[in-house]
Structure formats: C-alpha cells, structure tokens
C-alpha cells in the first residue's frame, strides 16, 4: 500500500499528501469546521474520524452500485488514500428538497419535497464565494468538456438514486448534498473528495432534525451528536 510523504494542500477540513506512488494520494481528515466561505470557523470534535468512516461507507457502496470513485482504502481513522485525480473546479449540487440557498432564490418553503432532484453547479473558488453557474459558463471558460459535463450530470443522479433510498432506509432524508469530480491519469471523470455531513444535508425521516454541519452554520448546537448518528445510520 501506498504510504503517505510530503504534505502538498490542506482545505478546511482535509490535509492531502503525496504517497510514494504517484498514481495515489493520501487525505488526513482534520476536526476543523468552517461555514459561509470560511467565514465561520470551529471545531467539532472527531469530525475527521467520523467524516472518513462515513465517506468509507458510501464510496464503497458506490461502487458496489456500479458508480465508481477514487476511493481506496483507509489505513488508519482519519486517512483515506485515494486515486490522483485532476479536480474539475465545479461543484455539482443535487438537491431533493429545498432548503438554504434555493429557498432563499426561489422564496418556496423549507421543507418542500421536489417532483424530481435539481443539478445545479458552482464555480470552485472560496475567494469569489463559490458563485451559481450553467452549463455555457462551465462550457465557455472551458472547466469542462461537453462530454465530461454529460458524465458529470449523469453520475450525480446515479449517486442520488443509490444514497437517497440508502438514508431512507435508515430514517433519514437526503435534503441535498455537493459532489466533486476529478479527471484520473486516463482522463476519465471519477468522483471525488468526500461525502458526509459536512458536503450532504441530513433530515431524520421523522422529526426532520437536521443531522448535518446545518447546525454548526446556525448555532443550533448538538454537532457532535449528530455527526455520530450519522455515523452509527450509515456506518454502525
């Protein structure tokens, strides 16, 4: 197995490292916790180590479901190593019910169940605030080819129809969630980075609790908490 070497990018919540293999990387997820652009910043207690376990288990099921990632293995509880992947600077948000910004855009009520999942897409870039974009920007200024666009669209509802079913089961809505894609050294699209409470919005079925990084945004306590419920759903 690849081990990991020189530190090389650390984001808000994940330091990447070189491996001695370069087709791989190594991630350390980090219990650091930031909102709105960095804005906000905290801590949540075992956030790295429960972010990676639940990532584990859902690029792992993924795959299983014929959706395949540049997920690996974990040598330990905060590492993930992972496939090299050039990231695409688009973040594909799939959303199933609204809330945040497409409430505030749309002025329709939090809560509101949508007839079918909206794909949107943001420019990958924390000095401009990550802004809404479509298709043409993405085209245009070239982040991605027609093609890649396509695949993008397409994984991101595969993705969507094996999680939301998976999180119904275990009593929770998938509300929405934010997707990164990558180009791998045969420059095919390959999902990337993580999936967890900090990137998904998690409703329990019942109560409508939220169970995500939402109640680290708004102050409403119980982070903890509800990362390792998350965890224990998704993961055990």
């Known amino acids: 197995m690849a081990t990991s070497g020189k530190m090389i990018a650390e984001g808000k919540a994940k330091r990447i490292y070189e491996t001695d293999d370069p087709e791989f990387l190594m991630f350390y997820f980090k ?29 792992e099921l993924l795959r299983e479901n014929g959706v395949d990632n540049h997920f690996v293995d974990c040598p330990s509880e905060r590492e993930m190593l992972v496939r090299k992947v050039e990231i695409i600077p688009v973040e594909t948000v799939v959303r199933n019910i609204i809330t945040g910004s497409l409430q505030k855009r ?54 969507n129809a094996v999680l939301e079913p998976f999180m119904r089961e275990r009593g929770v809505l998938l509300v929405d969630f934010k997707l990164e894609f990558g180009r791998d050294s045969s420059g095919n699209v390959l ?25 680290f945004r708004q102050d409403m306590g119980g982070v903890e908490d509800a990362y390792q419920e998350i965890a224990r759903r998704v993961a055990g």
């Open 191 to 215: 999902l990337a980075d993580e999936i967890c409470p900090d990137t998904c919005r998690f409703w329990d079925i019942e109560t409508r609790k939220k169970l995500d990084k939402d109640r």
């Open 106 to 159: 749309c002025g329709r009520p939090e809560g509101e169940t949508l007839p079918r999942p909206i794909v949107e897409y943001f420019y990958k870039d924390d000095d401009l605030g990550d802004p809404m974009i479509n298709d043409e920007h993405i085209l245009i200024f070239s982040w991605a080819t027609r093609e890649e666009l396509d695949e993008i669209h397409r994984q991101a509802l595969a993705v």
């Open 31 to 59: 219990d650091d916790a930031t909102a709105f652009n960095a804005q906000k910043k905290g801590s949540i207690e075992s956030k790295g180590i429960l972010n990676n376990r639940i990532s584990r288990r859902f690029f």
